[in-house]
């Protein structure tokens, strides 16, 4: 479980397939105390820590074909920024918001305008998303906890702060580029548990 408050960002030292997978050699600050079968949420996605390095003080994760397909990892080449954040601890604050680390889509760059110092990000789906958003509600943006608004049918915006546009990779971002996104994991819940009653008991509740 993860907050999506992002610890530091790391680099990506090399890329590696291995049929549909892929391997990712990350180095970050944090090296020293990273331990294998340990897990990371990399731009949003919690992957397993599989080795260490310590010439190169470097980890070594695996993404699967699926997670390839549903994320941006694939996009991924050596010399890429990574959002990176190590599993919460209990009794730690919850300063963002309850984060699985299983990415639900991805979205696109539509546009990124200044703010009097912040940065208004446009994002656009393939897919709709406004059944599990809903206006000042919460979204992770490569990892990154974020309040959302302006939802439409298929965008959304997001303001991001200098402190976060300096410090995660929310700011190489550029029009276009794919990003990962997992909706708040409540809002998920009761989508299910709604979409079931009314499924159930459509037959008592006629148009």
Same mark, same amino acid.
């Given at each position: 479980?993860?907050? %999506?408050?992002?610890? @530091?960002?790391?680099?990506? &030292? ?29 731009? %949003?996605?919690?992957? /397993? ?5 310590? !010439? !190169? ?33 209990? %009794?730690?604050?919850?300063?963002? @918001?309850?984060?699985?680390? @299983? ?11 200044? !703010? ?14 406004? @059944? ?22 298929? /965008? ?7 402190? /976060? ?21 409540? %809002?998920?819940?009761?989508? &299910?548990?709604? &979409? ?12």
């Amino acid at each position: 479980m993860f907050t %999506g408050i992002i610890e @530091h960002t790391g680099r990506v &030292r090399a890329v590696r397939s291995e049929g549909k997978n892929k391997h990712f050699e990350i180095k970050a600050p944090f090296f020293d105390e990273i331990k294998v079968d340990q897990s990371i949420a990399h731009n %949003g996605v919690c992957l /397993t820590v599989v080795a260490k390095d310590p !010439a !190169a003080r470097t980890y070594t994760v695996t993404a699967i074909d699926e997670t390839l397909q549903r994320t941006n990892l694939g996009d991924l080449r050596p010399g890429d920024r990574v959002n990176l954040e190590r599993a919460v601890k209990l %009794g730690d604050r919850l300063d963002g @918001h309850l984060v699985q680390g @299983h990415v639900d889509q991805t979205a696109r760059v539509k546009s990124i305008r200044p !703010a009097e110092g912040s940065h208004i990000f446009t994002f656009e789906f393939d897919e709709a998303p406004a @059944h599990v958003m809903i206006e000042k509600g919460s979204a992770t943006v490569n990892g990154v906890s974020l309040t959302v608004f302006d939802i439409g049918d298929r /965008t959304f915006k997001v303001a991001v702060i200098p402190y /976060t546009f300096e410090h995660t990779n929310l700011g190489d971002l550029r029009p276009g580029d794919r990003v990962n996104i997992e909706f708040d994991m409540i %809002g998920k819940y009761i989508e &299910r548990l709604g &979409r079931a009653y009314w499924e159930k008991n459509a037959s008592r509740h006629p148009k």
